[in-house]
């Protein structure tokens, strides 16, 4: 097929252009050569910067079913990476709207109007697995077959938007599949304390986040609280151990390893009807967070709670094998290169 060379002039749609993932495979796709719809529910410097490349914006939600339709007439493929998020506090209705209903939209779109559709890339999440308990240690790395329990309302949406995107393989023909990515940054995010990443090793951005929520899990209080307490800095960062003085074991992608899975999805001939998982190397969140305050010089405080994050991370075995899929990042590399960008001088 050859997709993702650019051999084809008919575009490739990507929602969520804006965001951290479906910028980084637009970008990869614009240096193969090919013409990319961005569609985005607002301007961004993200979306601009695509612009300026020659991608053509389509700025609105997913219930906009004329945008839809003018924007996928006649595409090449679409990857779906457009959602909103469970970590950003938003409504459980918005969730459902924009999840699963505005899959839905987008899979009438590429039906009614893309007859040559080669490949319908849906997003999901390995929030699909997560039952909200500790998950038994001899289930770990979680592979495609484990059951999608769907425990959350975000998780539920992904459930229900791929078994959408199956549906329409199997009534209508459209070649779909769908990644299941775990956690997933850029590496600037992983030093900024009050993002998504930050906010769990930086105490400010954890206190600020917490500060902000109308409701707290009996663990993120506790948690918040012994942060409240003694010598501790807003500056400074932290990491939470388990009582025996283990650190959870977990999983964090660079999103230009997941753009380049999705362009192997894209080209392999086996890769329509499946579910692939996109992950890197397990950490310690210990490793992790004192390698960050190594590099800023930074305090860290080692709290002690039993299973306030337990241990996450999934197979790739499957991507590896029928995609090649090969991560080329680490999150210790990814916070070198944040650094780097960040003041320009090297790193010991």
């Known amino acids: 097929m050859n997709l993702s060379k650019g051999t084809q002039q008919m575009p490739v749609v990507i929602t969520g252009a804006g965001g951290r993932i479906g910028s980084a495979v637009a970008n990869r796709l614009l240096d193969a050569g090919h013409r990319i719809h961005a569609i985005d529910v607002v301007g961004s410097p993200a979306v601009d910067a695509l612009v300026a490349r020659g991608a053509a914006a389509f700025i609105g939600t997913l219930d906009n079913t004329a945008m839809l339709a003018e924007a996928l007439t006649d595409a090449d493929a679409v990857v779906h990476t457009g959602a909103v998020l469970s970590s950003h506090g938003k409504s459980d209705d918005l969730l459902i709207s924009t999840n699963f209903v505005g899959t839905y939209n987008l899979l009438v779109a590429a039906r009614d109007n893309a007859p040559r559709l080669r490949r319908f890339v849906n997003f999901s999440s390995d929030a699909v697995y997560w039952g909200g308990s500790v998950p038994p240690v001899d289930v770990l790395p979680v592979d495609e077959h484990f059951p999608r329990t769907g425990s959350s309302v975000y998780a539920a949406t992904k459930v229900g938007a791929e078994q959408l995107a199956t549906s329409f393989l199997h009534t209508y ?71 025996d003085g283990t650190s959870p074991l977990t999983m964090l992608n660079d999103a230009r390893d997941v753009a380049a899975g999705v362009c192997l999805a894209l080209d392999a001939p086996d890769a329509v009807g499946q579910a692939f998982n996109l992950g890197s190397t397990e950490f310690t969140e210990r490793a992790l967070v004192d390698h960050i305050a190594a590099r800023l010089g930074r305090r860290v405080h080692v709290l002690t709670h039993p299973g306030h994050r337990p241990s996450w991370y999934i197979s790739s075995l499957k991507a590896r094998s029928v995609l090649g899929y090969r991560p080329q990042h680490d999150v210790f590399s990814m916070v070198d290169e944040a650094l780097r960008a960040q003041n320009g001088t090297e790193l010991p």
């Open 173 to 243: 023909g459209l070649p779909t599949l769908t990644i299941r990515p775990t956690m997933t940054a850029a590496p600037s995010e992983l030093l900024v304390p009050d993002s998504v990443f930050g906010r769990r090793w930086f105490v400010g951005g954890a206190l600020r986040w917490w500060d902000s929520r109308a409701t707290l899990s009996s663990a993120d209080a506790e948690v918040r609280d012994m942060l409240r307490d003694g010598d501790i800095g807003l500056d400074d960062l932290f990491v939470v151990i388990d009582p």
